[in-house]
């Protein structure tokens, strides 16, 4: 049995019309999914009852199990999610006045060792699948109300999503899909540390959501230290890749930029980002450090977060300063799941 959420479209109709179906009847199946939320086959008053029947023994339809949700201070929520094979994985839920961003994650923990980064530190226990990862969206808009829903989605939390590639694509697809989730393309954000091949095959999957790279530094050796795949794909030809990315008119790349005490912040460094990024339709989100108890790093005193992006700005970049959303609650990217492993 496999479950219903996060299957591919077009696996679910070879299915159904190897069952003798119209095609239409996946589609129909999809619309009570996903549009109405109907969670059992029986609900799905359109299928005869002999189709329904057949979909009960095929399929399952379930999400992942909210463990906890703590509120923070700034109106976030974090989410620890129990999987089935009592795996955790967090999302984090961040309203703001003109939308609701919803992170979610891709993997349990990660092998790609960034050593400012908590998650790395559980090394990586397995990929999420797809019904995972869409599952995490699914139960934090059913624990919502209408106005809260989430309008906003950022693959930005456990894990490296470039890194579960097919279960990656296969959420992405259900996410855009008229058939399925219908949610723009402009409001889903994908954010690799930079796996050069992935990001080159990502290039013909034809998804256009918004990529984001997380750079946090501007010289090799220091990207060798903080994010070990710099030593496998160095910054030059990370953007050698970036350079051709296919992006639609008017779309820009997003550069994410950890800054981290006296390793990436100085005058220096932003005049180094500007030179990299010249010719690359960018835009650029500053990030300070999130401490961590076991934290080897310390986040920037604000004067220089201003001093490097009033810099940028200078150079004509658009260069957000982003919060940390939901510091009370270990915000920091693995904390909490960590916290209750
Ligand atoms: S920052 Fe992202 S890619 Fe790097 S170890 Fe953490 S989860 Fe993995």
Excluded at 14 to 39: D, T
Excluded at 106 to 127: D, E, I, N
Excluded at 150 to 165: K, Q
Aim: glycine fraction near 6%; aromatic fraction near 8%; charge should be positive.
């Amino acid at each position: 049995m496999d479950n219903l959420i996060g299957c591919p479209e077009q696996k679910l109709n070879e299915i159904m019309v190897g069952w003798g179906e119209k095609p239409y009847r996946s589609h129909q199946v999809f619309n009570w999914v996903y549009h109405y939320g109907i969670r059992q086959f029986g609900d799905m008053t359109n299928l005869s009852k002999a189709l329904r029947k057949k979909l009960e023994e095929r399929f399952y339809i379930r999400l992942p199990r909210i463990v906890m949700s703590t509120p923070s201070r700034d109106g976030s929520i974090k989410y620890l999610f129990g999987l089935e094979d009592g795996q955790e994985v967090e999302a984090i839920w961040m309203p703001e006045t003109d939308r609701k961003t919803l992170c979610i994650s891709t993997q349990v923990g990660c092998r790609l060792a960034c050593s400012f980064c908590l998650t790395a530190s559980m090394g990586l226990k397995r990929h999420l699948t797809s019904a995972e990862i869409i599952g995490q969206y699914l139960a934090v808009n059913a624990d919502h109300t209408e106005e809260n829903r989430v309008s906003n989605i950022v693959f930005m939390g456990m894990g490296e999503p470039l890194d579960n590639y097919d279960a990656v694509c296969d959420a992405l697809r259900l996410m855009v899909s008229p058939e399925a989730l219908r949610i723009s393309t402009r409001k889903i954000t994908l954010s690799t540390s930079g796996l050069v091949d992935r990001i080159e095959r990502f290039k013909s999957e034809n998804l256009h959501v918004n990529l984001a790279i997380s750079l946090n530094a501007t010289d090799n050796p220091t990207r060798d230290q903080i994010m070990p795949i710099n030593r496998k794909y160095p910054i030059e030809v990370l953007l050698d890749c970036l350079r051709t990315y296919p992006l639609k008119p008017s779309r820009r790349l997003t550069f994410e930029y950890v800054m981290l005490k006296g390793i990436n912040d100085t005058d220096e460094d932003a005049r180094r980002l500007a030179k990299l990024l010249r010719n690359i339709p960018s835009k650029i989100n500053l990030i300070p450090f999130n401490a961590f108890d076991s934290a080897d790093y310390q986040p920037p005193a604000p004067q220089r977060v201003q001093a490097f992006q009033d810099y940028l700005i200078g150079k004509h970049y658009s260069v957000f300063v982003r919060k940390n959303r939901g510091t009370d609650i270990l915000g920091a990217c693995g904390q909490l799941a960590l916290q209750n492993s």
